[in-house]
């Protein structure tokens, strides 16, 4: 069956952290041992709420980031952004830059995906400027980790645009080519939670 004919007939259902710890120890459990398989299983504390469906983006990002004025004047590093949003595609990520106009505020946002803009032109605004939020998708953003330009350690909040569907009803997590570059992302923010920041738990996922 096409993926697009089962997921026809599924009700649309919000994201859970059990739907992504399964996914991430489904994709793992050949490649890691039993002992870092466990260290990936994270406490529902270190999700926020998903979205149940019945939010805007901006309405959601505003319930789930109460202290964001807050945190988008305190953030004074470069080459790292407080919000890192992984989407699906560049018109995906598009369309949610627009989308959260309500809730940003006086900040920078950044696109983080390869349609027409350059990989070094990223890494050049990375190094020389501050910016809040970075949206984009899962393969521009694992180049830019891989060469040291985007650093994960100031991250505090990732968002996944978990629910949306394309034209075929695939969700992010449905597209092969998306999905092992996704995953790699974050098996690289679960080592910095894991191996950095253990104590506080700084970095909350979210489903949108």
Not at 29 to 55: G, M, W
Not at 59 to 71: D, F, G, M, T
């Amino acid at each position: 069956k096409k993926i697009s004919d089962v997921l026809q007939k599924c009700a649309p259902k919000p994201g859970v952290p059990e739907d992504l710890q399964n996914l991430l120890t489904q994709h793992f459990h050949e490649k890691r041992s039993v002992i870092e398989l466990e260290e990936l299983q994270l406490s529902d504390s270190c999700f926020l709420p998903a979205n149940d469906l019945t939010h805007s983006f901006s309405s959601y990002l505003k319930e789930i980031c109460p202290k964001w004025a807050k945190l988008r004047r305190t953030h004074k590093e470069k080459k790292s952004v407080v919000m890192l949003v992984l989407c699906s595609s560049a018109l995906r990520s598009l369309e949610l830059i627009k989308s959260m106009t309500a809730f940003k505020g006086d900040c920078r946002v950044l696109k983080l995906f390869a349609k027409h803009i350059k990989i070094k032109e990223q890494m050049n605004m990375l190094e020389k400027g501050v910016f809040h939020i970075g949206v984009g998708t899962p393969g521009r953003i694992k180049a830019l980790v891989e060469q040291d330009a985007l650093c994960l350690n100031s991250m505090k909040y990732m968002i996944l645009d978990w629910n949306w569907r394309d034209q075929k009803l695939r969700r992010m997590m449905d597209i092969p080519e998306v999905l092992y570059k996704h995953l790699y992302m974050l098996y690289s923010a679960y080592s910095v939670l894991l191996l950095v920041v253990l104590r506080s738990w700084s970095i909350k996922f979210s489903f949108c």
